[in-house]
């Protein structure tokens, strides 16, 4: 089991910026892929970003140039830094975790909330 615990998320105005964290806890060492995903009102959940260990990076269409995945394997940690926020980023945010025993986590969401 993997225990995922968010952070970071707000209201910002548009243009701005914000970084979420996602610390996992438990079978940290069978952690394969760390990842961030978005589900806004009256829409499906959608992927944001991944980044497998020892592989590169995948974004959505929506946030390349805009946001930036890393992890911290010695914290297992995740973190999403996100620029240049728009009113259509307005979502709550989920962290994800894969294992190499193909077992999915998620967090328990944050609010990203992006207004004037």
């Known amino acids: 089991q993997v225990q995922l615990v968010e952070s970071g998320g707000g209201l910002v105005q548009p243009g701005g910026s914000l970084r979420l964290s996602c610390a996992a806890s438990g079978m940290i060492s069978s952690i394969k892929t760390m990842g961030w995903y978005r589900q806004a009102p009256g829409k499906e959940r959608e992927l944001v970003a991944v980044?497998?260990?020892?592989?590169?990076?995948n974004y959505a269409d929506s946030v390349k140039g805009r946001f930036t995945i890393s992890r911290d394997n010695a914290k297992s940690t995740v973190y999403l830094q996100m620029n240049s926020l728009k009113f259509e980023d307005t979502a709550v945010y989920y962290c994800n975790v894969k294992d190499y025993f193909v077992n999915s986590y998620w967090g328990q969401g944050i609010q990203v909330t992006v207004s004037s």
């Open positions: 980044i497998p260990s020892g592989g590169s990076t």
